[in-house]
Each structure stands twice: as C-alpha cells, then as structure tokens.
C-alpha cells in the first residue's frame, strides 16, 4: 500500500494540546492532515451544521518530521470529517484518528463526545477510525504516553483493518508511563449522569440554569472501559453505529400489530 493517508481530528479545538499531541505521535506512520474544529467543540455530540454556511482555512500545524496541512473549521467535528473527506483531501483517507481528548470518554459519554462522533462520521464513511482520550483534565497533563497508545493502536488498525460499522473507543489513564499496565479489549459500561440543574440569576434578575452533575457507575462487572481505566489499562471499546437492539425485534413483532391506520 502507498503511504497511508490519514486524517485528523478532535473536538477541543485544534489549538488543543490533545491534537497536537496526537499528530506528533502519528508522525511517519503516514501522510497526516488535520481538519478540525477552529472552537472547542466537547459534547456537541454528532451535531452537523446545516443552516449556517461552513468555513475552513488553512493554519500552521507541525510535527517532528515538519508542516502539514491542517485546517480549522468553523463547525463540529462530524462537519470535520464530511468536510474534510469531501474538499480537503483528494482521497478518501486509510485512518481517520480523533483526540487526543481531554477528560475521559466512556460508557454514555461516547453518545456526548464530540471526539467520538468524529470517529463516527467517519465510520458512517466506511472508514477506519478510532477515538482516542486521555483521562486526566488536569491543565498540564501528559499526552506523550496517550500518544504512543494511539500510535501503536492506529498501526495495528492499518494493518488488520476494521469491519464494516465498527470503530474503536480508546481511553488512556490518567497515569505515569511506568503505570500503564497495558491495554483492555472492554465493554461500554453502564453508567449514567445524575444531573442537576442548577438556578443562578443574570444580570436582569431572570433565572438561568447551569448543568451540574455527577458520573454514577452502575457496573459491577470487571470487563468494561471504566473498570479498566480503574485498573490501569487503557481501554479499547470497539464501538458499532447500528443502535437496533436486535433481541427485542421478535418481540416487537409478536404483540399485535394492526394492519390498517384505523
Ligand atoms: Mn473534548
């Protein structure tokens, strides 16, 4: 194969550390083009903008080995990948790689996640793609070793490919290099936001209301992506886009249907 192409993006914006980070650590492995959001985009989910114009210019992006082309766009980041697969680049791409996100995105949160939807609009494409965070949110945390994580990961995807309708859902712990114990194939887990609503008054004595909340686990199994961040291991989710819940179909189908609209 000629030299893979592959795309870049992520949903903090590409002035990201994340982003960066993630270029650098894919250097070599391919020809590298960043298409991302000019704005922090974090749980915009799988928005698309179809009522405002989008727009894209070129901005300086290097890695180890030199520039390469990158744009910001002043959209989501599944704008990203249709905008980038469609005028940015002259092929479809062999790789699309999103992150590296800041802050965890595991169970529920990867229906949320900008940087998952990235990968999913990419998958959508019939594309390779995966997703890569990093859990610490810590303003000066290390991306170097989420880094090498999705470099060693987007290689093993070049070579064995993935199929049809599947991405991977990668999360790093927010741990030193030496405490990485190493990698987990993982279940989504089932955990939720007990959110709250919290009131405050602007300026003008009206009410407006701030979500709050707190990340509930409610999985006790050992086998899924927040257990394994727990662990130690960094988490890999492989992710599929067709939501139809195929063991309740025969029961759909079994209660009585009527045959006409009356
Ligand atoms: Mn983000």
Redesign the pocket.
């Known amino acids: 194969m000629d030299k893979p192409l592959i795309l870049i993006c992520?949903?903090?914006g590409i002035d990201a550390r994340g982003i960066h980070a993630l270029a650098c650590a894919l250097d070599g492995l391919g020809e590298l083009v960043v298409v991302a959001p000019e704005s922090?985009?974090?749980?915009v989910g799988h928005s698309i903008t179809m009522r405002d114009p989008v727009r894209a210019h070129p901005v300086a992006f290097e890695v180890p080995s030199g520039p390469i082309a990158a744009f910001a766009v002043t959209g989501t980041p599944a704008d990203c990948i249709k905008l980038g697969c469609n005028r940015m680049l002259d092929r479809f791409p062999d790789l699309v790689v999103s992150g590296i996100?800041?802050?965890p995105n595991t169970a529920v949160n990867v229906l949320y996640?900008?940087?998952v939807s990235a990968a999913s609009e990419a998958c959508i494409l019939g594309l390779p793609a995966i997703a890569v965070s990093n859990c610490s949110w810590s303003a000066d945390a290390d991306f170097e070793i989420a880094g090498s994580f999705a470099r060693q990961i987007a290689e093993k995807v070049l070579s064995k490919g993935l199929p049809a309708g599947v991405l991977l859902n990668v999360n790093v712990p927010a741990t030193e290099a030496g405490d990485v114990k190493g990698i987990e194939i993982t279940r989504q887990a089932n955990a939720r936001w007990e959110e709250e609503f919290s009131p405050r008054k602007d300026p003008f004595d009206r009410t407006y209301y701030w979500l709050t909340g707190r990340f509930v686990n409610l999985d006790d199994s050992g086998d899924n992506d927040l257990a394994a961040i727990d662990r130690g291991y960094v988490s890999v989710t492989p992710l599929q886009l067709d939501l139809t819940a195929y063991d309740h179909l025969d029961t759909l189908r079994s209660w009585n249907w009527e045959s006409s609209a009356d």
Do not use: L, P, R
Not at 40 to 43: D, G, K, P
């Open positions: 992520n949903d903090d922090e985009q974090s749980a996100n800041q802050g996640s900008g940087t």
